[in-house]
T-cell receptor
């Protein structure tokens, strides 16, 4: 079963506008969430993270929001730039055990048009 | 620091052959992970090392797969008797706490 879901396979936005990428999860025991960006033929690059005890974390143009009651998190990119075009993955770390393994969603392909 | 490196970047092999991949993590990181990614999916966890100890293995890691991390430094992932279903991107990541930093991956094609 897919514990972390990204239901939108793709998103297209205009340069300068806001990009909002969404992620839903089913396991209430997840205690840490991360977003990664991936360009073709490269490994995922860490973007931003959030602990389950917070509801918002901001880093420059990137903000992650966590809604625990809805089991939903989102990544906001403002303003969007053409270089942001990539596949974005959300990932979660289960609270049980301490291996820190990541459970990923399927990814959302973001295209930012000039 | 040059980040996580993986070798080779690409590997084409015939079904039934053995292959070995290498990962060099960021030097001060004691945690090392292997993931596998297939087309259209997110990476899937395979195994985890804390220093030289392999502490978790996914059920995806059949007995044809073995991983080592001698002396808690670099790691190797070996696949014996490769099958076409093993074709995927194999990713290595390292970290010290929650965030993990990925290498460029090894693309395996089994013909």
């Amino acid at each position: 079963d897919q514990q972390v879901k990204q239901n939108s396979p793709s998103l297209s936005v205009q340069e300068g506008r806001i990009s909002i990428l969404n992620c839903d999860y089913t396991n209430s025991m997840f205690d840490y969430f991360l977003w990664y960006k991936k360009y073709p033929a490269e490994g995922p690059t860490f973007l931003i993270s959030i602990s389950s005890i917070k509801d918002k974390n901001e880093d420059g143009r990137f903000t992650v929001f966590l809604n625990k009651s809805a089991k939903h998190l989102s990544l906001h990119i403002v303003p969007s730039q053409p270089g942001d075009s990539a596949v974005y993955f959300c990932a979660a770390i289960p609270g049980s055990g301490n291996t820190g393994k990541l459970i990923f969603g399927q990814g959302t392909t973001l295209q930012v048009k000039p | 620091d040059t980040g996580v490196s993986q070798d080779p970047r690409h590997k084409i092999t015939k079904r039934g052959q053995n292959v070995t991949f290498r990962c060099d993590p960021i030097s001060e990181h004691n945690r090392l992970y292997w993931y596998r990614q297939t087309l259209g999916q997110g990476p899937e966890f395979l195994t985890y090392f804390q220093n030289e100890a392999q502490l978790e293995k996914s059920r995806l890691l059949s007995d044809r797969f073995s991983a080592e991390r001698p002396k808690g430094s670099f790691s190797t992932l070996e696949i014996q008797r490769t099958e076409q279903g093993d074709s995927a991107m194999y990713l290595c990541a390292s970290g010290q706490s929650y965030e993990q930093y990925f290498g460029p991956g090894t693309r395996l094609t089994v013909t």
